[in-house]
């Protein structure tokens, strides 16, 4: 065992051990006190490799206590079947700021509540101004559902990956931003980010003549990372792909030619 991970248990309270390259929870209770405030304070602000192993080590207590991210999809299939009741909805949250407080106090009610689907969401957008990685944030929210007792699937999802229409506007600028918007989709995935909003809604345009003309990239470009997304998704998980080809048509009904 390495000195980094070793000085991780350690901070855990000893709640934790390794034998084989898995995680064994010792002591849940302890865990939940002290031990998964003091990892996931690691996972945030430590330095490079206590970032690493603390993040590892949430993640892979979270499996062990049958904590798992899940994508969303076969409850809006059996929804749509008629296979489900129309007697609850599935609100989706969107956790920014003190992001561990505030999943904590959401999953606090959800425990209390017996509540049944919910989803935890960060745009794009925010993600670069509250400074929080698709790693960072799948692992918070993984820690604050070991805090509060929370069994079962968590379905956390990419809130409007939105394309940038300026930067897509301009030739010299264009590849780049559909480059970055790929790589943060792999990453995404690669985190525990199972659903996902493709945005491209900013690249509609009113001017055009045509409702296929004015939603043409929006739809192009959908499709394309609907492609992008399904090919890196990891085996036996959908990842539904939320596009939004009428954003701009409720903006300005009155302009649309339909």
Aim: aromatic share 8%; with cysteine.
């Amino acid at each position: 065992m390495n000195d980094t991970l070793q000085t991780l248990l350690v901070a855990a309270s000893n709640a934790l051990e390794v034998k084989s390259g898995r995680v064994i929870v010792r002591d849940e209770k302890v865990l939940r006190e002290r031990g998964i405030d003091a990892l996931v304070s690691l996972a945030v602000f430590g330095d490079d490799a206590r970032k690493a192993g603390a993040r590892w080590l949430i993640w892979e207590t979270a499996q062990t206590l049958g904590i798992r991210p899940g994508s969303i999809h076969e409850l809006y299939v059996a929804r749509g079947a008629g296979k489900l009741p129309h007697t609850f909805t599935t609100p989706a949250m969107n956790i920014r700021a003190m992001a561990y407080d505030s999943a904590r106090a959401a999953l606090a009610a959800v425990v209390r509540h017996n509540v049944g689907a919910f989803i935890f969401e960060i745009a794009r957008s925010e993600m670069t101004y509250t400074n929080q990685s698709p790693q960072e944030y799948v692992c918070v929210l993984l820690a604050a559902a070991i805090k509060e007792g929370f069994r079962g699937p968590l379905f956390i999802q990419g809130d409007h990956f939105q394309v940038n229409a300026k930067k897509y506007s301009d030739p010299a600028t264009r590849d780049a931003e559909i480059s970055a918007l790929k790589k943060l989709m792999e990453d995404a995935l690669a985190a525990g980010f199972y659903n996902i909003d493709i945005d491209p809604s900013t690249l509609v345009d009113l001017s055009k003549p045509t409702l296929l003309e004015q939603q043409r990239l929006n739809f192009e470009l959908c499709a394309m990372f609907s492609d992008f997304i399904r090919e890196r998704t990891p085996k036996g998980i959908t990842v539904p792909r939320h596009g939004l080809p009428d954003h701009a048509l409720r903006s300005a009904p009155a302009r649309v030619q339909r």
